[in-house]
C-alpha cells in the first residue's frame, strides 16, 4: 500500500509569491491534515480536511488556504510568502478522523519550502 | 488549551546507553490520545506509540518502552541499549476531541558509535 505521497519534494521562491503543495493520502484514507515544520517551534496544525470540506483549521493568516478534492488529494496554498513561511510542511492522512478514535497519523516526507 | 512540552531540545548518548525522552502534556479534556512519532532525516514522521486516557498501562516493545502517569501529565519514553539508528527526532504528540494533533517542539537525539 502506497503512503502519503508529497510533491515536491523541495521548492525555492521569492518573497511575494505564491506557491501550491500537493499531497496524496493513503489510499482509502478520507483525512488530510497539513503541518508546518519549523526549527523550535516543532509541528504547528494548519488545518484538515474530511471530505472535501474544512474541518478544523489553525491559527495562520489567511494567506494559508487548502482544499481536497473528490478523492481525497489535498493542495495547500500559500499567497503573497514571506521569509517566514520558509519551512517543512507536512501532510498527514488518516482513515475517519473522527472525533474521540484512536486514530493515528500517517505522515508523508514532506515539501521544503525556501522563500528567498 | 492544549500543550505539549518536550524540555529537552538535544540529547547525546553513546551506543548502549538507555536515554529517556521526557514529555509533558496539559488538556483538561478527560479523553485524550498521546502520542510518540520519530523523525529521521528523510523527513516523513514514523509513528511509534499511541495511548489513551482510559490506560495507564505502561508498554514494553522491544527496546522502547513507555512510562505514562496522569498524576504528573507525562508520558515519557524509554530506549534500553540506543543504536546509532535510533538518532532522529523524536515528538510528542496529544490529541483530544476532532482530528487535530498538538506537538512537542521535538527532542533530537544522537546516538554516537
Known amino acids: 500500500k502506497a503512503g502519503v505521497t508529497q510533491t515536491p519534494r523541495y521548492l525555492i521562491k521569492t518573497r511575494g509569491q505564491q506557491v501550491t503543495l500537493s499531497c496524496s493520502p493513503i489510499?482509502?484514507?478520507?483525512?488530510v491534515s497539513w503541518y508546518q515544520q519549523t526549527p523550535g517551534q516543532g509541528l504547528q496544525f494548519l488545518f484538515e480536511?474530511?471530505?472535501?470540506?474544512?474541518?478544523n483549521k489553525g491559527n495562520f493568516p489567511g494567506r494559508f488556504s487548502g482544499r481536497q478534492f473528490s478523492n481525497s488529494r489535498s493542495e495547500m496554498n500559500v499567497s503573497t510568502l514571506e521569509l517566514g513561511d520558509s519551512a517543512l510542511y507536512l501532510c498527514?492522512?488518516?482513515?475517519?478522523?473522527?472525533?474521540?478514535?484512536?486514530?493515528?497519523?500517517?505522515f508523508g516526507s514532506g515539501t521544503q519550502l525556501s522563500v528567498l | 488549551a492544549q500543550k505539549v512540552t518536550q524540555a529537552q531540545t538535544e540529547i547525546s548518548v553513546v551506543e548502549k546507553e538507555d536515554v529517556t525522552l521526557d514529555c509533558v502534556y496539559e488538556?483538561?479534556?478527560?479523553?485524550?490520545?498521546l502520542f510518540w512519532y520519530k523523525q529521521p532525516p528523510s523527513g516523513e514522521l514514523v509513528f511509534l506509540i499511541r495511548?489513551?486516557?482510559?490506560?495507564?498501562q505502561n508498554e514494553i516493545s522491544g527496546r522502547y518502552s513507555w512510562n505514562f502517569q496522569k498524576s504528573t501529565s507525562s508520558f515519557n519514553f524509554t530506549i534500553t541499549a540506543s543504536q546509532v539508528v535510533d538518532s532522529a527526532v523524536y515528538f510528542c504528540?496529544?490529541?483530544?476531541?476532532?482530528?487535530?494533533?498538538?506537538f512537542g517542539t521535538g527532542t533530537s537525539l544522537t546516538v554516537i558509535p
Open positions: 498527514a492522512s488518516s482513515f475517519f478522523g473522527e472525533s474521540t478514535t484512536n486514530e493515528k497519523l500517517f
Open positions: 489510499s482509502g484514507h478520507r483525512s
Open positions: 480536511y474530511f471530505s472535501e470540506t474544512q474541518r
Open positions: 488538556t483538561r479534556d478527560t479523553t485524550y490520545y
Open positions: 495511548r489513551n486516557s482510559f490506560d495507564e
Open positions: 504528540a496529544l490529541r483530544v476531541a476532532g482530528n487535530q494533533f498538538y
